[in-house]
């Protein structure tokens, strides 16, 4: 395995990645994202995953590099909940998520530059939102700006009483299961 590029401009992904002590270098991918699916499947997010991931190896092609690709998606009642585009949006979203359970899932990609050899999984986490107020609603919008975040919202900044549960991996809901991450490197 050569040089680890991260083909992501989050700043989360590329903190999480910090975490496990990988050398890398961030390379934002090119890729635009289709906005208009709205329908979830574990197949579209692997592949958004692997295209992110194509769009950096492609530049890179012949050397030996291995691509970080990942696209995380928060999903209600089969429904993919996209990053909010104004205020009543990311409004309508927290107060789907209020109460209830939902899941979030990243897909990662693994392109090797050298041969275009690659490897795809995804990661699924269950969170629980408690029953959400207006006043926590407006509290979180006017405070966090949620406007970058899948869902609406960054399970790591959300103040304390927002969630009940989470069931699986945590980095997962930020934006790059290490786990997942770590066992596919190992492999690849």
């Known amino acids: 395995m050569g040089k680890i ?4 401009s989050s700043p989360r ?6 975490t496990t002590k990988l050398d890398f270098t961030i390379i934002p991918s090119t890729y635009a994202e289709p906005h208009e699916r709205t329908v ?34 928060v999903v209600i009642d089969n429904r ?5 585009q104004n205020r009543p949006e990311a409004h309508e979203m927290l107060t789907s998520l209020s109460g209830r359970t939902h899941f979030v899932v ?15 999984k995804s990661t699924t986490t269950y969170v629980t939102f408690n029953d ?33 549960q989470v069931q699986g991996s945590l980095d997962n809901v930020i934006g790059l299961p290490s786990t997942t991450l770590l066992e596919m490197l190992e492999d690849f």
């Open 5 to 8: 590029i991260l083909a992501s």
């Open 13 to 18: 992904r590329a903190d999480i990645l910090k």
């Open 40 to 73: 979830f499947s574990y197949d579209y997010a692997e592949s958004l995953a692997y295209n992110k991931a194509l769009a950096v190896a492609r530049d890179f092609e012949g050397k030996d590099y291995t691509i970080i690709g990942a696209d995380t998606i």
């Open 80 to 84: 993919i909940l996209g990053k909010p």
């Open 106 to 120: 990243t897909g990662i990609a693994l392109i090797n530059s050298l041969n275009m050899a690659y490897k795809i």
């Open 132 to 164: 959400l107020t207006e006043e926590q609603i407006n509290y979180y919008i006017d405070n966090f700006k949620p406007y970058d975040k899948a869902g609406s919202y960054g399970i790591q900044e959300l103040p304390e009483g927002y969630v009940r």
